[in-house]
């Protein structure tokens, strides 16, 4: 059986080094293959009260959040776009300081070119009114007519074969109920390719019935209808911004997913209700989730698989210091599950009527591990197996007041490992014996609170630059 399924890590994961120039300037990645980032974090490195950084597609370039501190999201000429290997910045300090050297690390997400399938009925509703269903189909979303947000560039497959439909000709149009839209749109009866008017009179009597629409850059906002009844469908948001709507939680999200590589980035509007449950689209349990508040200043909130041995119950904040804290108001006391995470009630994850954005990863083996150690406060310090040469690696002490700590295999001081970078705070980068990053995970050189406390437990998530074994079981290089 083949050790891993990702065979180069830096099609899912870069980390670029550049010199800011106060202007704007394009980023290019230097890995083996081309990174398109969906999300961007990253700090100047040697200049003090500078932010740490976050972009993302999903919420779209120049909307800024920082890990240094609980603000809202901003827009801010940080980072204008995301481009197929790497991105380009604008003229903003944060991200663009003349003359002062920065680090970024790039992950990427569902991409430029997304594909979805969306499994419609219709139900009784004041009228007949479409639905649509969960990713498992074993649900329906409860509310009719919703509207839909569908990325440019991206391809979704309504299939409409529900015997519910079959009098009720699925269609898309520029306005409510009527103004056919043909633009990338494909009509299918029982698997042959249809005109409009041949997938509309034979619509009832065909078996399997698909709508396929690749949606065109600079789209119109469009609509979703009946061919002969009216009233029953809802409005589709054609976005540059990335990701599609999800039906599987009770909170409609829009995501942007690569299962591949065990990564997605979500948006939703909260309703303030605790156990309510949005859809991240992973198709495996997040292992590691981080929400943070877009339209208010509140913490980042991360859920950790180790953070304990219920991890459910706890929290830590990303963009402070403390401490884990056990409280029912960010996960409602509830696991995620392959399609959902449960939020409480806290404004951090789900006050009402209030916006966030989360990033979730599951583990793929080879590339990416979400795991704990117990520290020994020694400068022969803990060894920590990942399976892979790291890439990147954060961590933090769960049980006392530390900084969160930052390390990468592209910054100076390797082997041993002495760049460090505390992204909760606006400190120059600092140097010191640390790691050593090795062919398998890595090794800790020192006996500071934040990365090797003893006895006491540390998370950490961690990326790969290669892993030991290829999906051909061929050993992979030591360097």
Partial sequence: MAYTTINDPSAYFQTALYTGNGGTQSITNDGNSNLRPDW???????????????????????????????????VRDGVSSFNADGFTLGSHTDSNSNNETAVAWQWAAGGATPTQTYKVVVVSDSGNKYRFRNSADNATYAASAVTLDLQEGGTYTFDVSDSSVSSHPFVI????????????????????????????????????????ITVAASAPTLYYWCSVHSGMGGQINTNSEFGSTNFDGSILSKASVNTTAGFSIATWTGNGTGGATIGHGLGAVPHLMIVKKRSGADDFAVYHQDMASDPQTDYINLNGDGA????????????????????????????????????FFNSIKGYSKFGSYNGNNNVNGTFVYTGFKPAFIILKNTERTQDWRLYDARRPGFNVNTMSLKINETTVESSGNQLDILSNGFKFRTNDGDANGYDENHIYWAFAKRPIVASNNIVGLAG
């Fill in 173 to 212: 149009g520029t306005s409510a109920n009527s103004n056919e839209y043909s633009t990338g749109v494909t009509y299918k009866l029982d698997g042959v390719t249809k005109t409009y008017s041949q997938y509309t009179s034979g619509f009832s009597a065909a078996t399997t019935r698909q709508l396929i």
């Fill in 40 to 74: 961007i974090w990253g700090t100047l490195r040697d200049e003090d009260g500078g932010a740490r950084f976050m972009f993302d597609s999903v919420r779209g370039a120049t909307k800024r959040v920082k890990t240094n501190a609980n603000t809202e999201e901003q």
């Fill in 324 to 359: 884990k804290t056990d409280s029912v108001d960010r996960w409602n006391d509830t696991s995620p599950t392959s399609t959902v995470a449960t939020l409480g009630d806290a404004g951090a994850v789900n006050g009402n009527s209030a916006t966030y954005v989360g990033y």
